[in-house]
């Protein structure tokens, strides 16, 4: 049985790479790996490359992210829906960004970007569902353990990131990403993953999306047959000189006040937490390793 302890992986083994496909009897999206071992690495390191598919229409998302630089672009005046959603301008690092979640996208969004994310939650719920397949936790209790987000419910958000170098502080601090997994489009240098107590970059792979794993899908694999890594990463400061740095994150998570469980590979009940007193616990120890 697979354990959460670290295990010596080295990035500089290279990420793994998969792919996402149509499975042709259920027409469901299934994620692949070339070797069994490569897709062992991705579950210790929490992370890997995934090949862009060829329905994903990159480019437009890519151009509405740059647009966002423009002091007059109408985005900019999203108005802040409490402190997760809206433009916003972060304090503690350099990040800039529009960050919506699945109901306001087309309020907000051009209807291409609104289809973006539908394709999104399509390959976010294809990951959810491999990861589910290889911890051998019964079918029948992915929906309850994922806070019904492997059948397309949960939370998700679509955000556009731009790192404004005027402001001095980090790109983005350590940290672990508080969902089920998170999908990037990065397109230059700067994201580092930490490996064995020391930070490695991740490279550039063009063609390719970064899939990372978050704590909400380490917490309800954590007693089946393979329990996934949560992957700590950051962004390194981004400097006037650097490649401009935009970023297309979406991050699968469960709804804010619902419930997570841990099932074993008998289907039994091997724990619980409400999202909030998850997320807070998550919270406090970020704080705490920071000061």
């Known amino acids: 049985m697979e354990t959460c302890r670290r295990q010596a992986v080295s990035v500089n083994e290279g990420l793994s790479i998969a792919a996402v496909s149509c499975d042709e009897y259920s027409g469901e999206q299934r994620l692949s790996f070339d070797t069994p071992e490569d897709l062992d690495r991705a579950w210790k390191l929490g ?44 304090e503690n690092n350099q990040q800039t960004k529009l960050a919506l979640s699945r109901p ?29 397949r290889q911890s051998g936790i019964p079918e029948a209790r ?17 955000n556009f990131v731009h790192y404004d170098t005027r402001n001095p502080d980090w790109g983005l601090h350590p940290h672990t990403d508080y969902g089920f997994v998170t999908i990037l489009d990065a397109t230059a240098p700067g994201l580092q993953i930490e490996v064995n107590g020391e930070f490695d970059d991740v490279p550039v792979r063009p063609g390719h999306l970064v899939i990372n794993f978050g704590e909400a899908l380490r917490f309800i694999t954590e007693h089946s047959d393979r329990a996934v890594t949560a992957v700590r990463h950051r962004v390194v400061s981004q400097r006037a000189t650097d490649p401009v740095r935009h970023g297309i994150v979406y991050f699968a998570n469960p709804d804010l006040d619902g419930m997570l469980w841990q099932f074993d590979v008998r289907g039994e009940v091997k724990g619980s937490s409400s999202v909030e007193d998850l997320f807070a616990l998550l919270e406090k120890n970020l704080i705490q390793s920071r000061n």
């Open 142 to 158: 992915w929906d309850r353990a994922s806070g019904g987000y492997s059948s397309g419910k949960g939370t998700a958000f679509l």
């Open 47 to 90: 992370i890997f490359y995934l090949k862009t598919p060829d329905y994903l229409d990159l480019d437009r998302a890519r151009q509405f992210g740059s647009e966002l630089i423009s002091a007059d672009s109408p985005h900019r005046r999203i108005p802040q829906y409490g402190e997760l959603e809206g433009f916003i301008a972060l």
């Open 104 to 132: 306001r996208w087309e309020q907000h969004y051009p209807a291409e970007i609104t289809q973006f994310g539908r394709w999104l939650d399509g390959i976010g719920i294809a990951i959810m569902r491999a990861v589910f």
